[in-house]
């Protein structure tokens, strides 16, 4: 089943300026992986070296934070989205 990645404005290089790319996988880990194989390059900016989200990267599977579903091994329905959003720092001085 292939699913739509939204991919934000700093990662596109790695997608050929794609905003919009499909990946393929039963949980949200699967999808990353073949999403790597498809655009190299893009696992080492969303994951760090033990396999770990990256503090500053939000995953959302149809507008919900994986991180308060099943993480990484969240299930990913066959009609899914899936963004990826990094965090960024911001806000207005006190």
């Not at 905003?19 to 990353?32: K, Q």
């Not at 190299?40 to 994986?66: H, S, T």
Request: overall charge negative; glycine content about 8%; hydrophobic content about 45%.
């Amino acid at each position: 089943m292939a699913i739509t990645v939204r991919i934000p404005t700093p990662l596109r290089s790695l997608t050929g300026g794609q905003a919009e790319v499909t990946a393929s996988g039963s949980t949200v880990a699967d999808v990353l992986a073949d999403l790597e194989r498809r655009h190299p390059g893009l696992k080492a900016r969303l994951m760090d070296e033990q396999g770990q989200l990256r503090r500053f990267v939000n995953l959302y599977l149809n507008d919900e934070d994986i991180r308060f579903l099943e993480g990484l091994a969240t299930p990913v329905p066959a009609t899914a989205d899936l963004s990826i959003v990094p965090a960024i720092a911001g806000g207005t001085a006190p």
